[in-house]
């Protein structure tokens, strides 16, 4: 018997067996070597007058067959790949592979982005429910079974921050999050300018409501809003002078009223006037202590 590089793979001898004239039936069975070449193989049969090695010559001529010689039967196993969420990347490795191979799957780590303001981030292979660890995207399955490997990908959605009036200060925040986190935010005081409220797309959250948590399900844009702080111009007279002013007023007061006393010489009338006069001057000076002492002239809005 030679194999399909005509290599010698089998030879076996009966002797001592008569054959009729005739059919013969001869059952051979022996085990083709790891070594041969695949392929067709050729076998030849031929009856002796006796052994060769003893000086036998054929009987008949020799009888020729073919057979093929095919790899050995190896057992295989299938391999399932997915992505959680469906569809989000398409990872090669898939499908039949051999017993006791290894099999090496990488999943996408880039961002990878589905619309405005969201994206899938790559967190971790799971193999037949089994975790391999968060982050890891580089994985070997080995196939002594079937099996199914999931790459877990997280959504993700952008926060936007604002302020208006723009530049009036900065707030941090803005960024990405992961699908159900609460984001707080809180808009600091502006010199010059009072806060006023914040709006989560557009939508207020309440007057002076200052921290605000914003719950992450989606894409969303937040706005603080400052009002400022609007100062009076104008000419500002100091304390001291109104004091010295209401001074010298009572003074002349006191004088033009002595002067008038003095001339009608009467004394009960002129206790009954000073008391008033005094009693018109605290409430004078109460007022003007309530009035923080000072006074806008010539007051301009602006």
Known sequence: MQDAANNPIIHVEISNVA??????????????PITSTLGEATVSAAAHTALPKEGGVPYCPAIFSTFEILPPLVKRYYLTVKTEPPGVAVISGGGWHDENVSVNLIAPKEIIYINVG??????????????????VNEISVFMDANHTAIAHYIVQ??????VDPIGVTSISGEGWYNNGTSVSLFAPNVAGYNFSYWDVDGVSQ???????????????????????IMI?????VPDWFW???????????FLLIWLYLRRRRRKVKKLFILVGLL?????????????DGSLLLSPSSG
């Not at 937040?222 to 009002?227: D, E, I, K, L, N």
């Not at 009076?232 to 500002?236: C, E, L, R």
């Open 243 to 253: 004091w010295l002013l209401l001074l010298l007023i009572l003074i002349i007061l």
């Open 279 to 291: 009693g018109t001057m605290v409430m004078i000076c109460a007022k003007f202590v309530e009035c």
């Open 232 to 236: 009076p111009t104008g000419w500002f």
């Open 19 to 32: 054959f009729e004239s005739g059919i013969s039936h001869v059952l051979v069975s022996s085990q083709i």
């Open 118 to 135: 969201v994206r899938y981030l790559f967190h971790f292979w799971d193999v037949d429910g089994l975790s391999m660890g968060v982050g």
């Open 206 to 228: 309440g007057e002076t409501v200052n921290p605000i948590t914003i719950f992450m399900n989606a894409p969303h844009t937040v706005t603080a809003h400052y009002v400022k």
């Open 157 to 162: 959605y952008y926060l936007t921050v604002r």
